[in-house]
């Protein structure tokens, strides 16, 4: 009759865990960090609790959702502490993520140069007019260039930003947030995956 298929401990895996809880997102950089250190957190603490703490770290570092421990209990019959601990173990064994501020600041920056960006793409001779606010803030260097403009001191003219060369910058700033978000460390183990 409708009977729900329970994982056994031995069974779970990153994936089936992941879309249980709605983390998918996460899953790669979970397995890159369980297969960094998992074994050990399962060793102490059982697979279950290793996978979800993985899941836990990733969700978080990636900035998918938080997974709250007494959510993780509930939906895999685990003892939240053990979650709570396998999740410390794998930490101590990778680089912590970029302090907050950082973090906010690399992301203010995607931002504006995405909007500078779409303003090239629209064709409009000037960037975005956006002075005194935080996107101008963010990025001064790429609204001053987006926008051509004569030199009064050389009497050269700049023309401005090249779409592909602001795309390129934009997969950098990208690729920056990313090994911020998730510490050298994890970083390297994901993009080693590639």
Same mark, same amino acid.
């Given at each position: 009759?409708?009977?729900r298929h329970l994982e056994t401990d031995a069974e779970l895996s990153i994936d089936c865990a992941a879309r249980r809880l709605g983390v998918d997102p996460a899953a790669e950089v979970a397995r890159a960090a369980f297969d960094h250190a998992g074994e050990l957190?399962?060793?102490?603490y059982g697979r279950t609790a290793?996978?979800?703490?993985s899941l836990r770290l990733a969700a978080r570092r990636t900035d998918v959702v938080d997974l709250e421990r007494e959510h993780l209990a509930e939906a895999f019959d685990v003892d939240p502490d053990d979650v709570v601990a396998a999740e410390e173990l794998l930490t101590r064994y990778l680089s912590p993520p970029a302090d907050? /501020?950082? #973090?906010?600041s690399l992301r203010r920056t995607l931002i504006a140069a995405r909007e500078v960006l779409a303003a090239v793409e629209r064709?409009?001779?000037?960037?975005?007019?956006?002075p005194g606010s935080h996107l101008a803030d963010a990025a001064p260097f790429l609204l001053a260039r987006a926008s051509s403009h004569l030199d009064s001191r050389t009497g050269r003219e700049f023309p401005g930003l090249d779409a592909a060369a602001l795309r /390129?910058? #934009?997969e950098r700033l990208e690729a920056d947030?990313?090994?911020?978000?998730?510490?050298?460390?994890?970083?390297?183990?994901?993009h080693d995956a590639d």
């Open positions: 009759m409708g009977q957190a399962a060793l102490e290793a996978v979800l703490g907050a /501020a950082e #973090i906010r064709g409009r001779a000037a960037g975005p007019e956006l /390129a910058h #934009i947030l990313e090994h911020a978000r998730l510490g050298t460390r994890l970083y390297l183990l994901v």
